[in-house]
């Protein structure tokens, strides 16, 4: 039993790393450390904000930073056109489309013969005794 969940944890964790690879998630990666080790590096020698400000502005990429956007450039022109225009939403709104289900009614129709709940009962009264034919 303990073999079974390792070995499902890891498949499971080898998918989700696969599926990541393949939507380009590892350059996404890559940034944030870029970030993180730029963010470090500078704010050893300035206050925090200048830190923050400087890492994040653009202005001095580091080769981390430059490595991660020329990969993502570079996958979204293997991209077809269509694709990386964002294009292909189409498919995504036809999945999530959803029209609501019709509100069924009971038609209101009298049964034949019948005017009103009132015909149900005797208007006449019967003729006592009974006619003899």
């Not at 292909?88 to 036809?94: P, R, W």
């Amino acid at each position: 039993m303990h073999m079974e969940r390792v070995r499902r944890t890891l498949s499971t964790t080898c998918l989700l790393l696969a599926w990541l690879c393949a939507n380009g998630a590892v350059w996404n990666v890559v940034q944030v450390v870029a970030w993180a080790k730029m963010f470090k590096e500078y704010s050893q020698v300035m206050p925090v904000a200048d830190a923050l400000e400087l890492t994040f502005d653009g202005s001095a990429p580091c080769e981390m930073c430059t490595l991660a956007q020329s990969n993502q450039d570079a996958a979204r022109r293997q991209l077809p056109t269509e694709a990386a225009l964002g294009g292909g939403t189409e498919k995504i709104l036809l999945i999530a489309d959803w029209t609501p289900a019709p509100v069924l009614i009971a038609p209101e129709i009298a049964w034949p013969g019948l005017v009103n709940e009132a015909g149900l009962t005797r208007t006449v009264s019967v003729p006592v005794p009974p006619p003899r034919a």
